[in-house]
């Protein structure tokens, strides 16, 4: 069973910072782009970051600057490092994975639970 396992999250004051982090577990036989999308009550599941195996990285525009994401290879790990948070931020993240897993036919796309980030102001 391939399932991804998030961490961090909570609820922090405008300018804060908060730290999530993604763990891959399973029969994985390699991983590709890694990513964390985040949604808000009423709206869709936007992308915020992602990250290629190389750590090629893309960011959303409202988050430039502000947010780091990362990876280790070894660890099939990813986390997002969130500084100068905004109200505007508040969403239920998830983090999301592109590989080849056993037992699965081709590319998959799994996905973590979700973790609810509040940004007070």
């Known amino acids: 069973q391939v399932q991804l396992v998030e961490s961090g999250g909570g609820l922090v004051q405008a300018g804060g910072s908060l730290r999530h982090s993604c763990a891959a577990s399973g029969s994985i036989i390699s991983l590709s782009a890694m990513a964390w999308y985040r949604q808000a009550p009423g709206k869709q599941r936007d992308l915020v970051a992602r990250?290629?195996?190389?750590?090629?990285?893309t960011y959303a525009d409202s988050v430039k600057g502000r947010f780091t994401i990362s990876r280790d290879n070894v660890k099939n790990t990813v986390a997002l490092q969130m500084n100068s948070l905004k109200p505007e931020d508040t969403a239920v993240y998830y983090c999301?994975?592109?590989?080849?897993?056993?037992?699965?036919?081709?590319?998959?796309?799994?996905w973590g639970q979700g973790t609810q980030v509040t940004v007070s102001s």
């Open positions: 990250i290629g195996s190389g750590g090629t990285t």
């Open positions: 999301n994975a592109v590989g080849l897993f056993s037992g699965r036919l081709g590319t998959t796309t799994i």
